[in-house]
């Protein structure tokens, strides 16, 4: 419910603007920091978890123990018709402690969180099944992590890095799709991938990724941290022929790391 490989795009998103504008440590900036690792991750994803069981059932990969990128369709349903309750449990020390510190934005920061997910996970709208509005709001939930780190941080990120953040959770986003794409046709939920293709989602990723690697060179300067990104988009130029690595959550993951180590790498250079 709370995936450990999507909660380092949470920490991900959350330092990027102390590292794009600078920050000051306190009090509430490690909360936050715990906040965005498996309590957020309850949030967002057991969310998810509850109102797209029928998808999830169907999935291969998402109702198989082995290799489940997600718990829901392994609850049973006591488990299950608890799960909100256990959401809830999770996010009430930290609006408890934010309280106590004064923070009222960023008890607010969380109900606009908790407004996010409901729109894209359920009930009602469920954009989630949307295209191009389902990639869309994802990566605005994302982004929102950005904004807890601009709340909890001294610095503001420049236009160009929000830019940059929000290439970087698109990409992300529509490759999982791409290997989710066939189990979601099949129960009616048209994400991108679904509605136009993995060839045009992959063209997608690939004109993101060679906008970032402009951003990258232009507003940073560190020929390391660009490279890094253009091997990304030689990566998908490449792997857009290869059938089994368009179907791989391994395309995920690469550039889970390749981000990763863009930021490391602009971190050193900040620090020189």
């Known amino acids: 419910m709370a995936r450990p490989g999507l909660i380092a795009t949470h920490v991900w998103t959350f ?5 794009a504008g600078g920050f000051t440590l306190s009090a509430s900036f ?10 957020l991750g ?23 123990r082995a290799t489940a990128a997600v718990f829901g369709p392994l609850l ?33 920061w969380m109900l606009l969180m908790a407004a996010g997910n409901a729109l894209y996970n359920g009930p009602g709208l469920r954009l989630s099944r949307v295209p191009i509005l389902a990639e869309l709001t994802a990566t605005s939930i994302y982004l929102l992590i950005g904004g807890l780190g601009i709340l909890v941080h001294s610095g503001t990120p420049p236009l160009w890095a929000w830019a940059f953040a929000g290439m970087v959770i698109m990409n992300l986003q529509i490759l999982g799709a791409i290997v989710d794409r066939h ?3 099949e129960v009616g ?3 991108f991938s679904v509605a136009f293709g993995r060839t045009a989602s992959l063209a997608v990723v690939l004109a993101m990724l060679i906008a970032r690697v402009g951003l990258s ?3 940073v300067g560190d020929l390391a941290a660009t490279a890094v990104i253009a091997f990304g988009a030689v990566l998908v130029a490449g792997g857009m022929s290869i059938s089994r690595w368009r179907r791989s959550t ?13 930021l490391v790498l602009v971190l050193i250079r900040a620090g020189d």
């Open 15 to 19: 330092l990027f603007p102390a590292i």
């Open 250 to 262: 391994s395309a995920y993951s690469t550039f889970l790391l390749l981000d990763w180590t863009w």
């Open 76 to 108: 049973d349903d006591p488990k299950r018709t608890a799960l909100p309750a256990t959401i809830l449990l999770a996010q009430l020390p930290f609006a408890i402690a934010w309280s106590a510190l004064g923070r009222f934005d960023l008890v607010g």
């Open 183 to 185: 189990d979601d046709a």
């Open 217 to 219: 060179w232009w507003f």
């Open 30 to 39: 490690w909360i936050a920091a715990i906040y965005v690792t498996v309590p």
């Open 189 to 191: 939920k048209r994400t």
């Open 42 to 64: 309850l949030l967002i994803y057991g969310w998810n978890d509850y109102f797209d069981r029928d998808v999830d059932t169907l999935s291969r990969r998402k109702s198989h």
